[in-house]
């Protein structure tokens, strides 16, 4: 079973600044099956980026996702009041899905 | 456009059996499609519980194989899920989600509203 690392826990930043997170695999993952997804409270997980890098339909250009083998980034180029939540990556491999354990993305 | 509900008891008594139905309402449970289930227990985060495809064939959380039935219902246009033998540590929002798988896609792209399901 693959593990998913996701660092820092919490990133705490300003509307307009540029946010950074990390998906760590334990072993190599196929980037067509890495895939960001953004949960607000009380809402249900949302799909963002897929492919590790292209965009699902309706998500701002200002979300962009990076990366290969056992490193992946999602990259937040400036936060706007509604990014504000907590972002997971997930992966599929071998019949087998697993989620990171988030990041929270929260205002400071 | 597809849409999800999950529908089942909010209250589940130790030692018994958790049963949740997902109805599949704008589009049909035979498409190309494995159809999913993703518990968060308060206040964490997601885990995956299992998938199933309209044939049948589905594939488990390890860590929750043993306890856990995945079904699908073509006549009734949903899936369900069993899981046994609960604990307090399975009290948890439940969602139902589907997967799509192209070639040159993959991800969790819809998702039902969640239900809450407290085992005490």
Redesign the interface.
Known sequence: ?IVLTQSPGILSLSPGQRATLSCRASRSVSS??L?W?Q?KPGQ????LI??AS?R?TGIPDRFSGSGSGTDFTLTISRLEPEDFAVY?C?Q?GS????????TKVDIK | QVQLQESGPGLVKPSGTLSLTCAVSGGSISSTNWWNWVRQPPGKGLEWIGEIYHSGSSNYNPSLKSRVTILVDKSKNQFSLKLSSVTAADTAVYYCARVTWRPDYYGMDVWGQGTTVTVS
């Not at chain 1, 019949?95 to 988030?102: A, E, I, M």
Request: hydrophobic residues 30%; proline residues 8%; charged residues 10%.
């Open positions: 079973e067509s099956y895939v997804y949960q249900a997980p949302r799909l897929y492919g292209s699902a997971y997930q599929y019949s087998l899905l697993t989620f990171g354990p988030g």
